[in-house]
């Protein structure tokens, strides 16, 4: 199970931080990510965390703005989210997959968290 939490209602230029706590699995090397859907759109990528420790990998409209991070002993993933613009409004979801599919492909995460909402305010 993967319970994400941290949403809410903030302003542009502000920030928040997601956690997404990963539990009774049982695999002990996953590759965790966050994505996000807004409204009318396409679920997308927004950041991806390999289990192996290579480096990150970020959207293209969030580089340099969030930083996807994990604690291993904890088995929690995190997401900070600076400089949020409203364009950034969505749910945001925590996957894992412990196959040994691209990290990039949404449609290879197997477990999926419930969303929280994050709504940014002009």
């Known amino acids: 199970q993967l319970q994400a939490c941290g949403g809410g209602l903030v302003q542009t230029g502000g920030s928040l931080r997601l956690s997404c706590v990963v539990s009774?699995?049982?695999?002990?090397?996953?590759?965790a990510g966050w994505f996000r859907q807004a409204p009318g759109k396409e679920r997308e990528i927004v950041a991806i965390?390999?289990?192996?420790?290579?480096?990150?990998v970020y959207s293209r409209s969030v580089r340099g703005r969030f930083t996807i991070s994990r604690n291993k002993a904890k088995d929690t993933v995190y997401l900070q989210m600076n400089s949020l613009k409203p364009e950034d409004t969505a749910v945001y979801y925590c996957?894992?997959?412990?196959?040994?599919?691209?990290?990039?492909?949404?449609?290879?995460?197997?477990?999926w968290g419930q969303g929280t909402l994050v709504t940014v305010s002009s």
């Open positions: 996957a894992t997959k412990t196959n040994s599919a691209s990290v990039d492909r949404i449609d290879n995460y197997q477990y």
């Open positions: 965390m390999p289990w192996r420790g290579d480096r990150p």
């Open positions: 009774g699995r049982t695999f002990s090397a996953y590759d």
